[in-house]
């Protein structure tokens, strides 16, 4: 039983360009989230999907896109890069809402 | 809004004293709350939680009770070890929002 995983673990980027971050939950969960972690600032939920089909903005959506491809399965992507988005992204998932979050163990991006 | 509020770190202990992280709320309705611990390098991971007023959570020699009047929810362990050493978050989570609500942390290194 994995739990939340996330890839990749670390990934340098250029401005501008674009990238997809990955996460799968194997707990049959129907809600994930993603967030960035900044010094100083604690957790901000980027995007969550409260089910299978749908997504919501969070508290900092902009700059950010996000698929639920399926049950499992809950991509981040970047379209255009900027240094304001070098963080640490945690992807969370949980049975339902107000319930606890899994959290998978996070992906440094650093956009140069 | 709903908010969520810290001590400020870092906490700075030697082994075997006692440790209280403060966090208080606001929120509408009745929240559940919540400690998160994120060892370095790792992601969040649920410490404890409860659910009602006057609950008590506990793990691993931690606790925390769920004060409707005071409108807190502080963590105590009555000796910490160096293993302890990590970043707590306290959050809550209220009504049909999937949503959680995060402190910013509160960092707690424990010296031998």
């Known amino acids: 039983n994995a739990g939340v995983t996330q890839t990749p673990k670390f990934q340098v980027l250029k401005t501008g360009q674009s990238m997809t971050l990955q996460c799968a939950q194997d707990?049959?969960?129907?809600?994930m989230y993603w967030y960035r972690q900044d010094p100083g600032m604690g957790l901000r939920l980027i995007y969550y999907?409260?089910?299978?089909?749908?997504?919501d903005k969070g508290e900092v959506p902009n700059g950010y896109n996000v698929s639920r491809l399926n049950k499992r399965e809950f991509s981040l992507r970047l379209e255009s890069a900027a240094p304001s988005q070098t963080s640490v992204y945690f992807c969370?998932?949980?049975?339902?809402?107000?319930?606890?979050?899994?959290f998978g163990p996070g992906t440094r991006l650093l956009v140069l | 809004g709903d908010s969520v509020t810290q001590m400020e770190g870092p906490v700075t202990l030697s082994e075997e004293a006692f440790l209280t992280i403060n966090c208080t709320y606001t929120?509408?309705?009745?929240?559940?709350l919540f400690w998160y611990v994120q060892y370095p390098g790792e992601g969040l991971q649920l410490l404890l939680k409860?659910?009602?007023a006057d609950d008590k959570g506990s793990n691993k020699g931690f606790e925390a009770t769920y004060r409707k009047e005071t409108t807190s929810f502080h963590l105590e362990k009555g000796s910490v070890q160096v293993s302890d050493s990590a970043v707590y978050f306290c959050?809550?989570?209220?009504?049909?929002?999937?949503?959680?609500?995060w402190g910013a942390g509160t960092k707690l290194i424990i010296k031998p």
């Open positions: 969370a998932s949980s049975l339902k809402g107000k319930e606890t979050q899994y």
């Open positions: 707990m049959n969960h129907n809600s």
């Open positions: 999907s409260a089910s299978e089909g749908t997504t």
């Open positions: 929120a509408t309705g009745y929240p559940s």
């Open positions: 409860a659910t009602k």
């Open positions: 959050a809550l989570s209220v009504g049909s929002n999937y949503q959680l609500i």
